[in-house]
Each structure stands twice: as C-alpha cells, then as structure tokens.
C-alpha cells in the first residue's frame, strides 16, 4: 500500500499529463520483417526536459521491492549511455537499434525502437521507462509508457476499399492499404487490373504506421466481373501479399435493338412478333415499355417480347422499347414495320384468265368476220385474244336472226343481210378491244397511285410522328353542346407548344377555332457539374463548380451540392462554388441537385483529382 501512495504522487503521475507519447501503441509485423515503435518525448508543463535517460524493457513489470518498473532490458539511453545494451534476452541480441537521440534541444525528442529481423517470439509487450528533470528542480521524474506488438507468420493481405461503394461508369478512386511500421525499409503497393490507360493518378504515403496507395480509375461497363489485384513487394519487386476485388460494376442496360420475326414487311393478317433485346444489364432489367411513333403502348407493360396479329395501316409505324433498372432506362433505336394490305391487281393480261394466241402479231380476224377495221389495231394490246360467232355478241346487243328461206321477210336478200350482220359485229370487236385495253390502263393506273399513297401516308406518319387510330378521342353531342375529349400524353418537351380546336361544317371547312399554349410543369432537366479550370489540378488552385441544367419550368430554386454522396453543408446553396484546392482533402467525386416546385434532379458524378507533391 506504502508503493502504490508513493507512485500515485509521483509528480506527473495522473495530475498532469505524461511527456511521452507512442502512437500507435499496437503495432503488426510478420516474421521476417522490421517494425518500429515510434515514441517522442515532449515538454512536460511547458517546459523542456533535461538529463534525460530512457529504457526499453521486453514484458515490463512493476517491481514492488525497487518501487520502479522492471524486466527484459533492450536499450538505455542516457548521458553516459546512447546505445542498445546487450539485451538479457539472447534472441534479441544483434537485432535492436535505438531510433533518435534523447539529447538534443529539439522540443519533441525521438525515442523510437526498431526491432529487425523479427521472429514469432518478439510478440509481447514493450515498455518505455522515462527519467528527468525540468525546470529549477534537481529532482529526478519518472513516467511510464507501453506498446503491444504482434509479430505474426506471413504478412497480412493489404485491405482494398472502393469510392463510391456503389461502383458506376465513370471515375473511382481505390484505396489499396497494409499495416507496416518501418519506414526505414520501405515497401510498395501496386495495383492491376484494368491496364495503364484508365489510370489517372497514383499516390502512395507511408504515415502513422500504415503504407497506402490511391489510385483513380475511370470505370467501364466492361468492367463488370473484371478483378482489381493489390500487391505488396519489396524494393526488388518480388511479391510479399496480395489481395482481390471483383468489380461488381452498376450500369444501365446496353445496347438496346428490337428483333422483327418474320421481318419487317408483311401482309394484313399475318403475326408479329417484336423482341427488345440487351446486350447487357446491371442489375438485371426490370421493366420494359414499348412505343409506337412515339407514343406509348399501353397495353403492352412489362413485356420483353410482344406477339399480334397484323391489321394494315394500324400497325404499320416506328417501333422501340425501352428497357429499365436502378440505373437508367435507354431507349432503343426505331425499326419501322409496314404492314400491306391485299391488293391484287393484274399486271398481265394472264391475270385475267385469258389464254392469248400467239401465232401472229398484231389483232386476230375471224373467218367469218371482215378484217377490223383500221384504227382499232391502235387500241388492242400486242396480244389479241380470238373471237368466235358462238362467244359473240355480248349480252344486251340484239342481232336479228337469219331467215329460213332465201327471202328475207323485210324484204332484204341474203348477201344485205350477212352485211348488215358483219358490220354489227365489227363494232362489237372494235368495244370490245377498246373496253380490255381501257381496264388494263386504269389497273395500272390504280397500282400505281396505291403505292404512291402508301408512301404518302408512311411519309407523313414519319414526319408527325402522330397515329390517328391511337388517340383515345371521344364526340358527344348533349344538352346543347358538341365536345371532343382527346387524352393525350404530354412531355416536357410539349411546353410552349399550342393545340387547336377547329370547329368544322361535314364538308370539313373551317367554321372557327380556338388555340391554347401548353404550360408544362417539369423538374430539372439534363443536371450537370461544370468544372473551371478542369478537373484535374494542382493543390492550390481555385476550383470553380456550375450547376447546369438544360430546361426547368418552373426555374430552379434551390441548388444542393455532394461530395462522394456527403451532403455539402459548409457551401452556399447556389448554381456556382468556388474555393482554394487542399489536396486529398478536395479530390472525390462531386454532383449537384436541383430544386424546383415540381422535383429535384441529380447530375451524374463529375470526379475531381486534386493532385499534390508525391510520396515515394
């Protein structure tokens, strides 16, 4: 009880506090390696100390009989002695060195402890045993300090960390770490994986205890399931650890395209069959929408593949899908489907079910019938058809019959009366001839003007990017009022435009009309961080940060700013910041909100590299 009042008031002994530090006071070494205890001896009350004499000890104790600390002495340094004495633990011996010198007048005196070549048995406690005096007093101080060390078989696995934790496109900075404490016998930490060209910036610090690395990568969707590989290497670039990250890289999905099964050109009644396919997505996709001219298919939510039965014009038209997860939501290109109607026009006079003769060219006579007459050959095709007395005349072209005796009975002879007939049907052939030649020209004529209207009409669908039959449009007539109700599905892109209520007679003219300018409320659009002079700088350099956004209705309100995801409370809520770079301290990844009334939107992250002196 007599030594524990004694140590309680030694001065310095809780009342005020001890001069000497060792930070960090747990160390890590492996077998083989060196580890250094740093400690520093600095004022006690304000004032220097002097006659200092110092001395490790390997598992101190308090000796009660000495009413002092005691155990395996390492080193002694005092003014008679600056050196590591033999240490009474053999296995130590040739492999302690005493780091400073206690003697000086620097205000923070070293008093470090290195141990090289350590073993498994050098783990234990250390302990530091200060003697002194300050001030006018010749009387002798004492104060006590220990640190634990752990010296384990094989180094440990350096510790890699990523930033943001959420990995994006875009840059990433990571951090590749190992505990090691000496400095005098410096090691390195690399890191591979993705090659040189995405590496922007490499620093690598040795500080309280611990050898790191940082490096900036600009990241991929490609890079998804790739690994990042942090090595730990001697001087000599052989290899003491490593340690593996595998890239768990979140983007939207890429590379939208819609498939068409059987192609893109059919006829009305045949099946559809539209595909959105990705080349890759993650996460994986959780929603898909299809569009048609631009305009949403609403009866076709969340599905991946659609199926139909084609009906014309109705399906005809600018098709793309939209794939959605966590990340974004793209938009395919558009493939356009024409759907044809069954027009079946002859191209040939075959077409008709005609058989023509092709003995002779030129128009065909019957043996019973004179030659035709001259012009007519002008209106026949290049291949006339036979005509028989038994096929003619058509019906509703009265001929007279024959008599049965030489006379006829009106009084005209045989021969007036083969005439007469012959005549008719001349003109029968000559109509005939005129009225197949004119169906060939007005069937040509029709093909033609068909296909020139379909291309109209795919012409004009392209240029309004507006399906008629999609609309939802409803007339009523009651109580005395005419209305049309049309749901249409507005954009922020629609703002400012007008829409027109025409009010027409059946002959479709114009009566009078009505015009309404939209004004369409929307959130921030297209955010983005504008960096000046850059985004790569020199420590004290000012950095100058806008906020820009493409479109707002109404304007922003409020702009908030992030860096690495933190909320920036210390930066006024403006469209543009600016402050003096300090080094690692101003290098991250920074992004910008805007505000309005209807919402807020967020820019995409604009990585800033601070780059300062490097440690090697």
Known sequence: MKNLVWLLFLPGFLCNPNPLKINPDSLVAWKGSCVVIPCQINRYDGALLRD????????????TKQSDYSGHLLCNSSSTSRKCSTPSPSAFAGRLAFVGNVQNNLEKKTCSLKISQARTEDSGIYGARLSASYL?????FKWFLNATVNVTESPPDP????????????????????????????????????????????RTTINNGMIQTVVILQMTWEDHGKS???????????EISKSTMQLDVKYAPKDLQV??????????????????????SNPEVSEYLWYKDDQ???EWMNDKKMEFKTEGDWHSGAYRCEAKNSIGSPKSSELSINVQSHLHYPSDPAASGLEPTTENEGPQSSPLLPSTPEGVSSLLPSTSYPLSLSELPPSGVPVPPLPSSQEPCDGRTLMEEFSFLSESLDQIVKAQNQFIHSSQVLTSAVVQLTQKLQEALLQKRQETRVVPSKIKKQTTSNNGV????????????????????????????EISKSTMQLDVKYAPKDVRVIASPGTIM?????????????????????????????????????????????????SGAYRCEAKNSVGSLKSEELRIDVQCELIH
């Not at 006018?136 to 002798?140: A, E, G, K, P, Y």
């Not at 922020?492 to 027409?504: A, T, V």
Request: aromatic content about 8%; charged content about 25%.
């Open 159 to 202: 510790k890699m960390d990523i930033n943001p934790k959420n990995i994006r496109e875009g840059w990433t900075r990571v951090t590749c770490s190992v505990p090691y404490h000496c400095p005098e016998e410096p090691l390195g930490l690399t890191i591979s994986g993705l090659g040189g060209t995405r590496l922007t910036s490499t």
């Open 52 to 63: 200092i004499s110092l001395r490790w000890y390997f598992q101190p104790f308090n000796d």
């Open 482 to 509: 005419i209305q049309t109700v049309v749901n249409l599905q507005m954009s922020w892109e629609d703002h400012g435009k007008s829409l027109i209520c025409s009010l027409k007679k059946r002959n479709w003219s």
């Open 228 to 238: 990042l590989v942090c090595s730990l290497k001697r001087q000599n670039g052989s």
């Open 538 to 586: 020199r420590e004290g350099e000012t950095l100058s940060l806008e906020c820009r956004t493409k479109s707002s209705n109404p304007e922003v309100s409020e702009y908030l700013w992030y860096k690495d995801d933190q909320l920036m409370d210390d930066q006024p809520k403006l469209k543009r910041i600016e402050f003096e770079t300090e080094g690692d301290k101003h």
């Open 136 to 140: 006018w007093s010749v009387q002798r």
């Open 259 to 280: 498939i068409a099964s059987p192609g893109t050109i059919l006829r009305a009644g045949e099946t559809l069959s539209l595909e959105c396919m990705i080349n890759s």
């Open 296 to 298: 949403l298919m609403d």
